[in-house]
């Protein structure tokens, strides 16, 4: 398949740049794999298309304030955001496995990570940023992944001084300039509300609709809701390159299925009933939990798995998913859950509708 095949025209206008002030007032586009048919609705009418037996399965991975904002010394901006410590052997420390420490037992000033980085201009080895009063950087070399190893340093303790000035890492597509007021609100919103396990760097937007309320509400249809864990990762961020998708690779992301969550599962499938995934980070942990005689089996690991076109779902009945970018292995996904024709209609639709995209954007139900 060619990565052309998933592009489409989105005018700038329509990319979220702020949530709605209630959450689940996001519009909800329905697509019916079985008619063909395309419904807009509201995000509470959601628990509507659910019936009881139906388990509703959640990401509950929490989002980490790993994004930094500082300066070069000759003035251009620098974004960066940190994926992962590196040790003296090495081997990497993911951000949450630093934070979650206590201070006491590692009194660190100063430490090196790779990360991903915006850029004004051109970086070079050995650039200074100037973070805060007391927290710089070093440009130490770009990695082969594109990432930079970047050398921080701080006169208190680094590991508090990255959870008193990090902002959420928010997509560059959403335009933040550093306003701490913005951090505020974007630190709750851009979370879910049964958000539980740090480690990700990237929410997993399709949560971000629901409220406590409208929980209660789907439970009450007799639907269960059981929780699992993909702390999303670099591979989020980094765009499909190869012309021929089949020869991308995913970034590894640690997920957890805990045993309830798959005994559920396996449960409402042989009952006849759906799995319905809220996210495709919940989709892509299910699959890789299947076992070779089509169970799900708890599971801890990382996954790599890629999903296109073709590929044969054996966990997942439907997916409620945000709106996303064009040619990006999320597209891929809801493609090969939806069909690509279909999918790319119903696209063109949100865009004549004037839907609102990507991470603070409207929903969409494939069923």
Known sequence: MNLQDFDYHLPRRLIAQHPLDKRDHSRL???????????????????????????????????LPVRLIGKKQSGGKVELILVRKIGRDEEGERFHEVLNRDPGENEEH??????????????????????????????????????????LKSEGNLEKKLREIGFPPLPPYIRRNGDRKMRDQDLQRYQTVYAREEGAIAAPTAGLHFTESLLDEIRGKGVS??????????????????????????????????PKT?????????????????????????????????KIRAKRGETSLFVIPGFTF?????????????RSTLMMLVSALG?????????QEAVKKNYRFYSYGDAMLII
């Open 225 to 258: 809701i059981f929780p699992l864990i993909l702390h999303v990762g670099v591979g989020t961020f980094l765009p499909v390159k190869q012309k021929e998708v089949e020869k991308h690779r995913l970034e590894p992301e640690f997920f957890n299925i805990p």
């Open 314 to 326: 054996r966990a997942v009945d439907g997916l409620i998913t945000n709106f996303h970018l064009p």
């Open 29 to 63: 586009m329905v697509l019916s794999r079985r008619t063909g048919a395309i419904e807009h609705r509201i995000f509470t009418d959601l628990p509507e298309y659910l019936e009881p037996g139906d388990v509703l399965a959640i990401n509950e991975t929490k989002v």
């Open 110 to 151: 100063a430490s090196e990570w790779e990360c991903l980085v915006k850029n004004s201009g051109r970086l070079r080895e050995h650039t200074l940023l100037i973070i805060s009063d007391n927290l710089q950087g070093e440009f130490r070399k770009r990695v082969p992944s594109g990432l930079w190893r970047v050398r």
């Open 339 to 347: 069909g690509k024709e279909f999918i790319m209609a119903a696209y």
């Open 262 to 294: 798959a005994q559920a599962v396996n449960q409402a499938r042989a009952s006849g009933k759906r799995v319905v995934a809220v996210g495709t980070t919940v989709t892509r942990a299910l699959e890789s939990g299947v076992d070779a005689g089509g």
